[in-house]
């Protein structure tokens, strides 16, 4: 067994770890398949005789035609109505700026959770704010399921909304509960497993939205209401693990209550080495006042590895994952792929996504948090170029379509490596207890922000430059790439405390 490893840990990894990321990944990838049925859905509300004429001219349609070429001939009718043309075409309008917000709302949402998470840590402990913020997920989970049945897409956005933040506060509860409970020697892999249960549960969402299972018109709103599942699991779960013992002790200064949690963690009462080194973290942080925010922005030794935290979030976000999975369905298109086949390839890049995640969690310990950034970085920037490259050339060179259908996958594996799990535990290593809920509440709010103008800058930017949007990648991925190497600590195998006095010099 892995040093460190046993089932009690393991068990409150899954209760901390499964709930939480979960409610993260699943509503990131969920609406990408039944994106069509719910705009439709939308478009018979806002406009329902527009709906109703395009109905009619579908049953004036020739026999003779295919289901695909009759709806061709009544949007074609529609388009030569000088009275419902431009209806039609002002309802699509109104209807994908609802769309935009259904699927923008979530990372705004994100923002909101993550400005909140340092309070919510603060007052309640990681446990318990885990626990408290399932009634987010209860709220989200019947809104967006029960839209569909109360005739109202306004639902649905307040839905995305409420379950946006329930994912903003776990993102920085879940690994920040993780770092807390788990030895030094298992600290990185032990906050790996956030992104592991991310990439998942965004596979999950590929399966279950597949037109064979729950992406159909009647399936779309159980799709959507499934999240509430892993938020039962981890109220059934979580309570039988303790809180953080850095919590108990640090925060609430209860020696007695963090003994008896490190105790039931590591499964034997000879835990006064560990105990020691948290009395010492204990010690050095009554020497420095409680962290507000202007403390962090002023104060040098704590603003460095804010920098570091943010930056770190930020490469995850701008190195261009979120477009080249946006592109991934519209490149393995043009390399001749049928819908079907199409869909499996996007199954294969998510399946892709959670081994290299999985492989990233078993090195972590050994190659370090520093080295396996780099590499997944590097390994990005070529193959953007490759990607970039084979866009450009696909039309004359045939066999190029298949070199991108290769970029992007390795892309995704290139990401998995350590931009996609490294940045949301790094930030717990980088401070002490003090600074620690201050500083994942900043790093979790910068990287939902990046998130979000991401996806409302990628499209506008993709029109303007068409394939080569990718070169912005590029050149950010470089900058990410020299800052890392300059300026991210390797924080492998060191104590809380090691790390933080470096900052202090």
């Known amino acids: ?98 769309w935009s917000w259904t699927v923008a709302i979530f990372c705004i949402g994100g923002m909101m959770g993550g400005t909140l998470c340092g309070f919510v840590s603060s007052r309640l402990g990681r446990k318990g704010g885990l626990l408290l913020i399932n009634v987010l997920v209860a709220i989200g989970a019947t809104l967006m399921g029960l839209a569909k049945y109360a005739g109202s897409y306004q639902m649905l956005i307040a839905g995305r909304l409420v379950i946006g933040i329930n994912s903003g506060l776990n993102a920085g509860l879940a690994p920040m509960y993780l770092s807390e409970i788990s030895p030094t020697s298992l600290r990185g892999a032990l906050g790996t497993v956030y992104q592991l ?65 490190l105790s039931w963690l590591r499964g034997t009462i000879e835990v006064h080495d560990e105990m020691d080194e948290m009395k010492q973290e204990q010690e050095s942080m009554k020497l420095v006042p409680k962290v507000t925010l ?134 717990t290593e980088l401070f002490a207890q003090s600074g620690r809920p201050t500083a994942t509440s900043i790093a979790v709010s910068v990287n939902w922000s990046a998130n979000f103008l991401v996806g409302l800058g990628f499209e506008p930017l993709q029109m303007l430059l068409g394939s080569w949007v990718f070169m912005v990648f590029m050149v950010i991925q470089v900058l990410f790439i020299i800052y890392v190497f300059i300026a991210v600590p390797e924080t492998k195998n060191r104590t809380i405390d090691e790390i933080t006095a470096q900052f202090r010099k």
């Not at 991310?198 to 499934?226: F, R």
């Not at 104060?299 to 190195?319: C, D, E, H």
Request: hydrophobic share 50%; with cysteine; aromatic share 8%.
């Open 1 to 98: 067994m892995v040093e460190g490893l046993n089932p009690r840990i393991g068990f409150a990894i899954a209760a901390g770890a499964i709930g939480s990321s979960f409610q993260h990944g699943y509503n990131t990838g969920v609406l990408n398949a039944p994106q069509d049925m719910i705009t439709s859905w939308v478009k018979s509300y806002v406009c329902p005789e527009v709906v109703t004429k395009f109905k009619e001219y579908l049953a004036d349609a020739p026999d003779s035609l295919e289901p695909a070429n009759r709806t061709e001939y009544a949007l074609e009718m529609m388009k030569l109505d000088s009275e419902w043309g431009p209806q039609n075409v002002a309802c699509d309008t109104s209807c994908t700026l609802i």
């Open 197 to 261: 249960i991310i990439t998942l549960s965004i596979l999950l969402s590929q399966i279950l939205g597949m037109n064979n299972v729950l992406g159909t018109e009647d399936g779309w709103p159980w799709l959507l209401a499934i999240t509430a599942i892993p938020a039962i699991f981890q109220l059934a779960t979580l309570p039988f693990c303790p809180e953080s013992p850095k919590y108990l002790l640090l925060d609430k200064d209860d020696e007695m209550a963090a003994e008896a949690a």
């Open 294 to 427: 202007k403390e962090m922005l002023t104060n040098g030794s704590l603003r460095k590895p804010l920098v570091i935290a943010m930056m770190m979030m930020l490469a995850q976000q701008l190195s261009g994952i979120n477009c080249a999975i946006f592109y991934s369905t519209k490149i393995f298109k043009l390399a001749g792929l049928g819908p079907q086949e199409s869909q499996s390839a996007t199954l294969g890049m998510g399946s892709m996504n959670v081994l290299m995640t999985f492989i990233s969690l078993v090195l972590i310990e050994k190659a370090g948090r520093k080295t396996l950034m780099l590499i997944g970085l590097v390994g990005m920037f070529l193959m953007t170029t490759l990607l970039l490259a084979s866009l450009l050339t696909f039309e004359t060179v045939p066999v190029m379509s298949y070199v991108a259908i290769v970029a992007v996958i390795l892309f995704v594996v290139g990401f998995a490596t350590g931009p996609g799990s490294i940045p949301w535990f790094f930030v």
